[in-house]
């Protein structure tokens, strides 16, 4: 049933996503009832990276109580990336983490 809805929202792009982003999004899909519109955009993108931060980025909902399976779900994204998409995913968590220790900052 939320397989089906997900598949059904995600459109012919749903059959070039690997086993782990349909999970995810089957997921996804059962704790919200259906995917919202945000990530259908991204869904029908294709770019994973850009599923898994929508994803992520609903772990607020709620006052945060499903963020650990938001971050499963992004997580289960971004293991089907491609060496590149990885690459990418990882240089811009890591911009965010860069902590300025110069002795103008300090």
């Known amino acids: 049933k939320f397989r089906a809805r997900a598949k059904k929202q995600s459109g012919k792009i749903w059959d070039s996503y690997g086993d ?11 704790n919200y009832g259906s995917l919202t ?3 259908v955009k991204a869904v029908r993108s294709g770019d ?3 599923i898994a931060t ?3 980025a609903r772990g607020e909902d709620n006052d945060g109580v499903n963020r ?5 779900e992004a997580n289960l994204v971004e293991s089907e990336y491609s060496a590149n998409e990885y690459k ?3 240089d811009e968590r890591n911009k965010e983490c860069i ?3 110069s002795p103008a900052s300090l």
């Open 48 to 50: 994973k990276r850009r």
């Open 20 to 30: 782990a982003t349909k999970a995810a999004l089957t997921s996804y899909t059962y």
């Open 88 to 90: 990418a995913a990882m």
């Open 68 to 72: 650990n399976r938001r971050d499963a």
């Open 99 to 101: 902590i300025d220790l």
């Open 37 to 39: 519109d945000t990530l």
């Open 54 to 56: 929508e994803i992520r």
